[in-house]
Every structure is written in C-alpha cells, then in structure tokens.
C-alpha cells in the first residue's frame, strides 16, 4: 500500500498523471477539502490538514497598529494586493518572506517602488522569528490570487491571537471562522472594509481556534481517525 500526501493544487497534468500510473494499492490525502475540487475522483482516503505548534507560536492579547503579510513575495500570495489593503485602509504594512530569483521582476515593479515608512520590507526571516511579529499585528492578510491549498501563515497568525482577512479562494473557508477569527472576503474593497471592523474579532477567539483544530498533536490524533 502507498500513500501519497498532497501540498499542490491538483492541477489538470497532475490529475491525468495520477490516473495514467492508478492502481488499486495507491491511494491520496488531501490537505485540505477545496484540494479535491479539482479532481473529486481520485482514491482519497481522507482530509488531514497541516498542523502548527502552538507552543512555538505563543498568543498575545496586545496587538500594536500595523497589518502584515507572510509568505512568499510571488503573484500567488498577492502581495501587490496587500499593499493596496493597507494604503486604502491608512495602516502600516509589515511585509516578510524570501524573493526568490523567478519573482525577483515581481518584487522590483511591484513591491520596491511601494517601500517607505508606511510599507516596510523586512526580508526572510526563520519560523522562530515570526511570532513575535504575528502577536503584535492589527491582522495578517493573506489576498491569495491562486487556490491555495491550505495556507500555514494563517493558523500560524491565528495562534498568536491574530485574526486574518483573506480573500475567498482556496482553504481560506476551512481555517477561518468567517466573522469570529478573521474575515474570508470576495474583493480588495471588501478587504479594507475588513480592516475597519477587525476590533470586532476576539483574538482569545483565534488562539482557542487553532488549538482545538490545528495544533500538532491534534491532526496526529485526527490522521489515526477513520475519514469520512
């Protein structure tokens, strides 16, 4: 028996691959339930999302006045889109993640020419690095152009007491509780407006949320669990 965990989208080539090499002892996991959308008939056994260690990223309830965006710079993570989020809504914007040399023209019409005291740049950091930037923001915002097929910055950001605003696509309705720990959104306008009613979110809410359904040991727990 094999077993094959998933962390792209199923895209088409991948599909048709899966099905040329098919036979009965291979079977899939999806990280989370959007992955399957584009291939529904594939021999899942079941959904098991990526899990996060709380204890590394520790909650804070003492946020300071800044947004911030996590993750790759690349068109995919839509950072372009964050930086129109936090000019239309006259927030700073702490952008981190690594340019990588494909994204590097990205990065330079995009991203460079937007730097200055109000959008700030603080390049790739370490996951241990992270939290202490997590805890002290207004909100994560994670403006996904691509169906993302699951998004650890967000429960990373959620288990620090931050509450993320994302646009709809991909996982983003499976790890935010729309309203409670964050906001899933249908546009950049919509966004902005998200960020004016971001006080209206219980970050305790966003840590208890993570704990109860992302943390390490309870997706070990889950893997083991018959899927339905």
């Not at 207004?138 to 007491?161: I, N």
Request: net charge neutral; aromatic share 10%.
């Amino acid at each position: 028996p094999t077993v094959y965990t998933m962390h792209d989208p199923i895209y088409p080539w991948y599909k048709e691959l899966f099905e040329l090499f098919a036979s009965p002892n291979q079977k899939f996991i999806s990280i989370s339930k959007n992955q399957q959308h584009d291939a529904p008939d594939l021999p899942y056994l079941g959904t098991v999302y990526n899990g996060t260690d709380v204890e590394l990223f520790n909650y804070s309830n003492e946020p300071e006045d800044y947004l911030m965006f996590a993750g790759r710079i690349s068109p995919q993570k839509g950072v372009k889109e964050a930086i129109q989020v936090a000019k239309q809504s006259k927030h700073r914007l702490l952008i981190i993640g690594p340019v990588s040399k494909e994204n590097q023209g990205y990065f330079d019409q995009y991203v460079k020419p937007e730097l200055d005291d109000q959008i700030l740049y603080l390049g790739r950091m370490d996951q241990d690095q992270l939290p202490k930037y997590y805890q002290k923001a207004k909100a994560v915002l994670t403006p996904v152009q691509w169906e993302e097929p699951f998004g650890l910055t967000t429960v990373e950001a959620m288990a620090c007491g931050a509450p993320v605003i994302s646009l709809n696509r991909g996982a983003a309705r499976e790890l935010i509780v729309n309203g409670k720990t964050g906001f899933v959104v249908n546009s950049i306008g919509e966004m902005v407006e998200a960020v004016g009613k971001i006080d209206t979110i219980k970050r305790r809410d966003c840590r208890e949320h993570v704990a109860k359904k992302f943390a390490i040991d309870t997706i070990r727990y889950c893997s083991r669990l018959p899927q339905k």
